[in-house]
């Protein structure tokens, strides 16, 4: 045998078998293997982290999917109307769940009592009623209902209904269940989740009243910084007991149509086309006026090609349902553009026109058309240096035409009577007060229009629901908001009028308050006023308007520094409010 290494190498290689490619004992490794291998060499901290992110992932799929397979669920009755040229979608029908109203408003709610409209159930309060800075206060009794029932509603079969796409896909992103599916339903319901002041409005056809709300998500959980905003609409009886599955058809249906596409079921989500910007999306602060007995919501709402506007939407219609409102090139748009105060007569509007008062002071009337939304205006009066404060006073409910007690003679003036809302700052009961008034305007033939007197502030015996929800001092806001005149009639041999009116409370909940002697009050202070008023006042009242609706006198503008009056009125009204119920 050779003895150099390299010969004995050669030797052993030119000997030996050839050996195989691989040992079948070591097979070559395969992909799962080799991923184990290089899963190995990864530190163990960065294995942690990606860990949880595949397990986050793997959360976030399961319960998405589990939401898609059972989303049948998440909405109680409620059907939902797409507003675009497209037919109408319905919800399947499901079992609701129960019912949780506004679980972090700790109020106790106040049953609706049959004998509500006995004169045993008014209370009075005397609030100012003023003419002008040259003329005093008039204190006249007022009463309304001693009690005041909260509208009740289901915040949490709301929410999951959102979430269900009841008001369109849209509004069911924004809502934010993606990032919130870790948070418990009840922190959500409380921390971010609000329904703001409803809006009644009775039908004698049908027999109900029906109400809209605005309903708000928050993603930072502050009720006056909403994301999201869409309407709700429910139907009560006489009594404010709530219809479930009441069905209203469709003013401009097909004769014979059934089913969904033929009307509205009671609850439900109105869909409303928006643009999506950081905050305060959808529409807001929805307010109601009768037209041809149907009603029409007025809201504002942002667009990325107009800014904020105003709309309105026919909710029992099909066809067009809704409308931008466009003014007239005589006067300057705002930066924001709200607080329209309806006003609409079934014999001069007809059913294609509405009026609006577009501002208090100057006195300033609008004429739209509701099919195309064009504004004309119609009125404008004077200015005067005194009544720079009006901005103060903002639109509320709609105007409502005082009620006669025979036949209306249409060639006489005509008294509207409205509740704006007022908002003052650093008052002396929080930074900011919000409390309804009440105001006259009166209307004459040649189409001027003047308001006759304002009452700066209505609290109808209501301790108001502070801001933080807990009592009712005043604290950073103090909101008693008026929303709608949901129908105002003469009852009885004696012809008493009663008012039912709808205000909301911290933003949050809604109060039903009934007036009687509201016609009675307004002709006092009519009657007074017309004696101690300056020669530039409206003048002197010749005819009552509880007998006919109207008066003889003839209105060239609001009396001077009615306004600052009023607001001076107010603040001390506010302030001794504020002295009562002190800061926490």
């Known amino acids: 045998y050779p003895t150099h290494p390299t010969l004995v190498l050669a030797s052993l290689a030119h000997t030996m078998p050839e050996l195989p490619t691989h040992n079948p004992k070591h097979p070559q490794p395969t992909p799962a293997r080799l991923a184990r291998r290089r899963w190995r060499l990864i530190p163990r901290r960065p294995r942690r982290i990606l860990l949880l992110l595949l397990l986050t992932l793997c959360t976030t799929y399961t319960t998405a999917r589990l939401s898609y397979l059972h989303k049948d669920r998440i909405s109680a009755e409620v059907s939902w109307y797409s507003y675009t040229f497209s037919p109408a979608h319905r919800v399947p029908p499901y079992v609701p769940p129960s019912p949780v109203s506004q679980e972090h408003v700790h109020v106790p709610r106040t049953p609706v009592t049959p004998g509500m ?6 209370r009075s309060e005397t609030p100012h009623a003023v003419h002008g800075s040259q003329s005093p206060a008039i204190l006249q009794p007022l009463h309304h209902s001693a009690e005041h029932p909260l509208l009740p509603d289901d915040l949490r079969g709301i929410r999951r209904a959102l979430l269900g796409g009841a008001a369109g896909r849209r509004a069911a992103k924004e809502s934010g269940w993606w990032r919130e599916f ?69 003013g401009d249906a097909r004769a014979g149509s059934q089913g969904p596409d033929s009307g509205v079921t009671y609850p439900a989500f109105f869909e409303v086309p928006f643009d999506v910007e950081s905050d305060w999306n959808g529409p807001e602060d929805p307010h109601v006026v009768a037209v041809a007995g149907e009603p029409v919501l007025v809201f504002n709402m942002f667009s990325q090609s107009h800014g904020r506007g105003m709309y309105l ?129 009166q209307e004459t033939p040649d189409g001027s229009y003047a308001l006759r007197f304002l009452v700066p502030t209505l609290t109808f015996g209501i301790d108001v629901l502070a801001w933080d929800l807990q009592g009712s001092h005043c604290d950073m806001i103090n909101v008693l908001s008026p929303n709608s005149i949901a129908q105002w009639t003469v009852e009885g041999d004696d012809d008493e009028d009663y008012l039912t009116l709808a205000v909301s409370e911290a933003d949050v909940q809604t109060r039903i308050v009934v007036l009687r002697g509201l016609r009675k009050y307004i002709t006092a202070v009519l009657h007074s006023g017309s004696t101690d008023s300056s020669p530039t006042d409206s003048g002197s009242t010749d005819s009552s308007p509880t007998d006919s609706g109207s008066t003889d006198s003839s209105p060239t503008d609001s009396s001077p520094g009615m306004f600052e009056a009023a607001l001076d009125d107010a603040e001390l009204q506010c302030a001794a409010y504020g002295h009562m119920h002190g800061a926490a």
Not at 189 to 212: H, M, N, S, T
Not at 216 to 235: D, F, M, T
Not at 239 to 245: A, I, Q, V
């Open 117 to 122: 409209r006995d004169p045993l159930g008014y």
């Open 182 to 250: 870790r948070t418990p339903e009840n922190t959500i319901l409380r921390d971010k989740w609000y329904r703001f002041g409803g809006a009644p409005l009775w039908l004698p056809q049908e027999g109900c009243y029906i109400v809209f709300t605005r309903v708000s998500y928050s993603r930072v959980g502050r009720r006056n910084r909403p994301h999201l905003s869409v309407i709700r609409g429910q139907a009560f009886d006489a009594e404010w007991n709530e219809l479930h599955g009441k069905h209203v058809a469709y």
């Open 313 to 441: 939407l026919r909710p029992h219609r099909q066809l067009q349902p809704l409308t931008r409102l466009q003014l007239p090139s005589t006067l300057l748009p705002r930066t924001l553009e709200k607080n329209w105060t309806p006003l609409h007569h079934p014999i001069d509007d007809g059913p294609g026109t509405l009026r609006f008062v577009y501002s208090f002071a100057p006195l300033r009337v609008l004429r739209c058309g509701i099919d195309s939304g064009a504004c004309a205006l119609v009125f404008a009066g004077s200015a005067s240096p005194t009544d720079a404060r009006a901005e103060d006073v903002r639109g509320g409910t709609q105007f409502v035409q005082l009620p006669s007690r025979g036949s209306e003679s249409d060639h006489r003036e005509r008294l509207w009577v409205a509740f704006p809302k007022l908002h003052t700052v650093v008052c002396g009961c929080g930074g900011q007060y919000y409390r309804p008034m009440l105001t006259v305007m």
